[in-house]
Structure formats: C-alpha cells, structure tokens
C-alpha cells in the first residue's frame, strides 16, 4: 500500500479564496483524522470519521471549515473563505480499530 | 474532555545518553491505546511505540521503552542510547475506549548534542 496520501502538499493563495486539501486513506482503514500544526497550538484534531461518518468535528474552528468523506477511499477538507491564520500544515491520518495512525505528509498551506 | 499533556516543552541530551520524556492523560475509560510519534524536521509523523491499556507490560522497541503508569495515568518515553537521528518533535497520543478519536500533546522538542 502506498501509504495516506494528501494532496496538494504545498498551496499558497490569496486571503478569501477557497482552499480544497484531499485525502486518500490506506485501504481497509475505518477511522479518518484531520489535524492542523501550528507552533503555537502543536497538533489539534479538527474532525474525525468512522466508517465515513463524521463522528467528532468539535475542533473544527469556524463555519468556514467544511469536511466530507463520501466513501471509504477519499475525504476534503475545505476552507471557504480562507484566511492568513488558516496558514499552517494539515495532516490527514486514518487507522484501523485498535493500531496505530498512519499520516499522510501533509499540506504546508499558506495564505497571503 | 480527553487531553494529553506534555510537559516538557524542550529537552537536550547528549549522544549515547539516556533521556525521558513525560506524557500524562486523562481518561474515564478501562480501555484504550496509547502512542509515541516522532517528528523529524521532514513533518513525516513516525511511529515509535505503542501501548495498549490493559497490557500491564511495558512496551519496548529497541532503543525506546515507556513506563506506562496507568493509576497515575502516566506514559514516559525512554530514549537510550541516544543517537543524533533521534533529534526530533516528540508527540504522545491517546485513544479512548469505545471511541477511535486519537487526541495529542502539544509536542516536545528533543536535541540531541554530539
């Protein structure tokens, strides 16, 4: 298996542009994370889906973060309207029931 | 609110030295699996160690083992023989029983000096 991918893994753009990051979780997998680093507040967990359920999205900061996974083998992220403090790396992690979390290399977004 | 506290912001060590690394939790439940990640400066999440709850042995991987206090609610991380690859950021993570929801500390920067 080719591991979690993300993509894109860098995205700069302009203050109220719309931002799209994806995610392809490892096959067999029934838990997805979305998490956001910053120096600041280290790594925060945004949103989490089981069984593509989304079961927990209390981290998710505003209105203006959306996520989907409409089936097994994709999920988004999405910020509308994106703003400078959204800059920081996203990773998206998915595991199966009782094993560790395999990480994507995660998006670096900046936003000017 | 499950949480995960690391403590220790920064640490250095000396090559060939030993060095501990604190995490504490918080949870209600008799079940769940607790983690090491390692973060080298390329932001890949690495797996170091895994514990689950109801084991009551220590769980070690080579170079690195935890002390997994469970009524103190308390999983260090032991790094011996330190190498200057193992320079890196430091996570501890929970899960809780009957939730996959996989929450982490804050994270601590660990040096190690040749």
């Known amino acids: 298996d080719a591991g979690v991918i993300q993509s894109p893994r860098h995205e700069v753009t302009e203050m109220g542009q719309e931002v799209t990051l994806r995610c392809k979780p490892i096959?067999?997998?029934?838990?997805l994370f979305w998490y956001r680093q910053t120096m600041m507040r280290g790594l925060e967990l945004l949103i989490y889906?089981?069984?593509?359920?989304?079961?927990?999205d209390s981290g998710m900061p505003e209105d203006r973060f959306s996520a989907k996974m409409p089936n097994a083998s994709f999920s988004t992220l999405k910020i509308q309207p994106s703003e400078p403090r959204d800059s920081a790396v996203y990773f998206c992690?998915?595991?199966?029931?009782?094993?560790?979390?395999?990480f994507g290399q995660g998006t670096r977004l900046t936003v000017v | 609110a499950q949480t995960v506290t690391q403590s220790q912001p920064e640490m250095s060590v000396q090559e060939a030295e030993t060095v501990t690394l604190s995490c504490t939790y918080d949870?209600?439940?008799?079940?769940?699996?607790l983690f090491w990640y390692k973060q080298p400066p390329s932001r890949q999440m690495i797996l170091v160690i895994r514990?689950?709850?109801?084991?009551?042995q220590n769980a070690t991987e080579n170079r690195f083992s935890v002390n997994f206090q469970k009524a103190a609610k308390s999983f260090s991380l032991k790094i011996s023989d330190s190498q200057l690859g193992d320079t890196a950021m430091y996570f501890c993570?929970?899960?809780?029983?009957?939730?996959?929801?996989?929450?982490f500390g804050k994270g601590t920067k660990l040096t190690v000096n040749p």
């Open positions: 992690a998915s595991r199966r029931d009782g094993t560790e979390a395999f």
């Open positions: 096959s067999g997998h029934n838990s």
């Open positions: 889906f089981n069984n593509n359920v989304p079961i927990d």
């Open positions: 949870t209600s439940e008799s079940n769940y699996y």
């Open positions: 514990q689950e709850a109801y084991k009551q």
């Open positions: 993570a929970s899960t809780q029983g009957g939730s996959e929801k996989l929450v």
